[in-house]
């Protein structure tokens, strides 16, 4: 079986950066990815649109053209990149390597790494409102995807609806393409520069990000876009395919028509890998999500399993750089690559960096505060969508005493369909947390079991651990 | 319904969808290709039989799920789009790997 010094899942920002650090250092480097391109979703499709469509960088903003270069280098650092590939399985057992199991190319493949780094990113938080699982409803990340790798864009009647950065960002990439969105809904409770004001002073060291956040605002306001504020009790309707959309706006009631409804509240961490291999996770109550236990180097509390990234806790794609490359620097230092004190310098650096990049996140959270409603549902809304289980049975099964996600996966079967939880995790957790009284950390989530992705008796039956 | 921006350059793929022809650029994925040929649902779900789309393009919300040359349970998101390819929409619950039908080509 081949053994690597470092093996990295994800090659978005952090991944990149910990591969081509590590390179550097002489490491031999693994990086898989399901996407069939470097980039993750935030440089999804850098290549193409650099090389082949480069008026897409003018509509994406130079934040995404500005991901060319660390692609390009990435390409460049001689790390083996398997796009395309699917992770199924890490066992990282107390006194030894790790090794990955692997989908790829339509056969499954073992290898083993001395280190570990999970690179898989953020996802957007799933938003659970009525009629949320109809065709024409999905998320604002769904969409700019569709927008970074094809060029595509919903049409016609489409309304972005919900809060945080992303979504003014999207609204801004859309105004750039002359893409038309009917309406805005922003589910930003009002106030959010007052609540934002008492964390301005340390943000200031990220006044670059405060910058272009004031320059979006602007070119949002000029352009002319209806925008509805102060939105609550959204509701997508329809039979077939989504046709209205109902909410209210500062209390008042409105419906709209639309075809076309994209959804975001904040972006949290993927826990998959890290609850997969048992990592210690805490709650993030300014973020209202779970994030592994890390050291100031981005170790799990399992040895030599890293993470860099916003899977390990928001903090935007050049944080993800500057952490994948502490996590590269103190894997070569272990594997006896790098030399101490200059090792210690550039991760000082690199550190320092990252606390700038941080800087400006609790102004972001005061803002744009994650939905505090998804913990309140009830009723018939499907929380669950894989096995379409109410809010009104996950409090059911609270009621007949599950104490935490895993009894009320037993119960409901919520949790268990395809997406193992991912869809559902974080609602479940926050509605039991509600009515059981209890703490969200003290509720915990889901138990991760292999294998974390669809494999196919084809898959299984060509395993190759020679390659 | 998708639109393409103008200027996206690529090569035409054409595949079946249900068995009717389909094109779409080189790089789309199979779930971009179907919503932008207006596939509208891409599948039912196996408990009520409710109609589905894919909702996060990324890869975890396994909503895409599409049957491709006869294998159920592909994630259309992370699949490139193949010349010749068949793509149908799976219907609730997937059967086993060539039980299907196959399409008529």
Redesign the interface.
């Known amino acids: 079986m081949t053994r690597f010094d470092l093996a990295i899942i994800g090659a978005g920002p952090a991944g990149m950066s910990a591969a081509v650090t590590a390179r550097d250092a002489g490491l031999s480097v693994i990086v898989v990815d399901e996407q069939p391109a470097p980039g993750g979703q935030i440089w999804r499709a850098i290549g193409r649109n650099a090389g082949a469509r480069p008026g897409n960088l003018a509509i994406l903003g130079e934040d995404y053209a500005s991901g060319a270069k660390l692609a390009a280098r990435f390409e460049a650092s001689g790390a083996q990149f398997w796009p395309s590939a699917s992770v199924w399985h890490v066992d990282s057992p107390d006194d030894g390597d790790k090794s990955l199991t692997v989908a790829w190319d339509g056969v499954t493949r073992q290898f083993t790494a001395r280190a570990l780094l999970i690179a898989t990113g953020a996802m957007e938080r799933p938003v659970p409102v009525p009629g949320w699982t109809l065709p024409g409803v999905m998320t604002v990340g769904a969409a700019q995807t569709l927008l970074k790798s094809s060029g595509l864009y919903p049409e016609p009647s489409l309304l972005l609806a919900g809060s945080g950065p992303l979504l003014l960002l999207f609204a801004a990439q859309c105004v750039a393409a002359g893409i038309k969105i009917a309406a805005l809904l922003e589910t930003t409770p009002p106030g959010a520069y007052l609540r934002g004001l008492p964390h301005l002073p340390k943000a200031m060291l990220g006044w670059r990000t405060l910058l272009k956040g004031h320059r979006l605002k602007r070119q949002l306001g000029v352009s002319g876009i209806p925008v509805y504020r102060a939105v609550t009790d959204l509701a997508a309707k329809g039979a077939e395919r989504l046709e209205r959309v109902r909410f209210r706006s500062a209390g008042m009631p409105v419906e709209l028509e639309a075809a076309h409804l994209l959804l975001h509240e904040g972006v949290v961490p993927n826990p998959q890998l890290t609850r997969l291999l048992r990592c210690e996770h805490h709650w993030d109550a300014a973020q209202r999500c779970f994030r592994p236990d890390l050291s100031d180097r981005g170790e799990t509390s399992v040895d030599n399993v890293f993470v860099a990234g916003d899977g390990g806790g928001i903090g935007g794609a050049m944080a993800a750089v500057h952490s994948g490359r502490i996590a590269a620097l103190e894997i070569a230092e272990r594997c006896g690559a790098v030399n101490r004190p200059s090792g210690d310098v550039e991760i000082v650096k690199a550190r320092d960096a990252l606390r700038a990049e941080l800087a400006v996140r609790p102004l972001l959270d005061a803002m744009f505060p994650p939905p505090d409603w998804i913990a309140r549902l009830d009723g018939d809304v499907t929380v669950c969508r894989c096995e379409e289980v109410s809010a009104a049975a996950i409090r059911n099964a609270a009621a007949l005493g599950a104490p935490g996600p895993n009894q009320a996966k037993a119960f409901l079967r919520a949790g268990m369909g395809p997406c193992q939880g991912r869809m559902c995790g974080l609602t479940v957790t926050e509605i039991l947390a509600d009515a059981r009284g209890e703490s969200p950390e003290r509720i915990g989530y889901y138990r991760i079991r292999p294998p974390i992705k669809p494999v196919t008796l084809g898959e299984l039956a060509a395993l190759d651990g020679s390659d | 319904?998708?639109?393409?921006?103008p200027?996206?350059?690529?090569r035409k793929v054409r595949f079946l969808f249900e068995g009717e022809q389909v094109s779409a650029?080189e790089?789309?994925?199979v779930a971009?290709a179907l919503?932008?040929a207006g596939a509208?649902?891409?599948r039912t779900?196996p408990?009520?039989g409710?109609?589905?789309?894919?909702?996060?393009?990324?890869?975890?919300?396994?909503?895409c799920?599409v049957e491709i040359d006869g294998?159920p349970?592909r994630?259309s998101?992370?699949v490139?789009v193949r010349d010749g390819m068949r793509v149908r929409r799976q219907q609730g619950a997937p059967g086993l790997?060539g039980e299907a039908d196959d399409d008529p080509v």
């Open positions: 319904m998708l639109r393409r921006l200027e996206q350059k690529g650029l790089g789309d994925s971009a919503m932008a509208g649902t891409t779900t408990k009520s409710a109609p589905r789309a894919p909702y996060c393009m990324m890869g975890v919300c396994f909503e799920l294998v349970n994630q998101c992370l490139e790997p």
